[in-house]
């Protein structure tokens, strides 16, 4: 079965940094991509970050691009997203989604997002407060 759990969201408070986890089992770090994304009440799921799956590349929106990293620990299966210099902004679910490819799309591909059928975790709550 495949499963991606994040964990690492809380309350913060703007100015600090939080890394985020997505635990991935069920299937290998070669069979898919993973992604990013965030999503407040009422608003669609938005792209942050996606790394491919050999984990040699990475992708950013470009709206996200200076305080996002993403990384990944083969050894953990492990996918963490790094968010420094919080902002009141960044209050959101944030997910993880498995796929076979991440994509850019937009004008100049200033979006990420994951293309096929995509495997979600559950969310991890940020909240960051000022």
């Known amino acids: 079965e495949v499963k991606l759990v994040e964990s690492g969201g809380g309350l913060v408070q703007a100015g600090t940094s939080l890394r985020l986890s997505c635990a991935i089992s069920g299937f290998s770090f070669s069979d898919y991509d993973i992604g990013w994304f965030r999503q407040v009440p009422g608003k669609g799921r938005d792209g942050i970050s996606c790394?491919?799956?050999?984990?040699?590349?990475?992708y950013y929106a470009q709206s996200m691009e200076g305080r996002f990293t993403v990384s990944s620990d083969h050894v953990k299966n492990m996918v963490y997203l790094q968010i420094d210099s919080l902002e009141t902004d960044d209050t959101a679910v944030y997910y993880c989604?498995?796929?076979?490819?991440?994509?850019?799309w937009g004008v100049g591909g200033h979006g990420v997002g994951l293309n096929g059928a995509i495997y979600w975790g559950q969310g991890t709550q940020v909240t960051v407060s000022s």
């Open positions: 790394i491919n799956r050999n984990h040699d590349r990475t």
């Open positions: 989604g498995a796929a076979p490819e991440c994509v850019r």
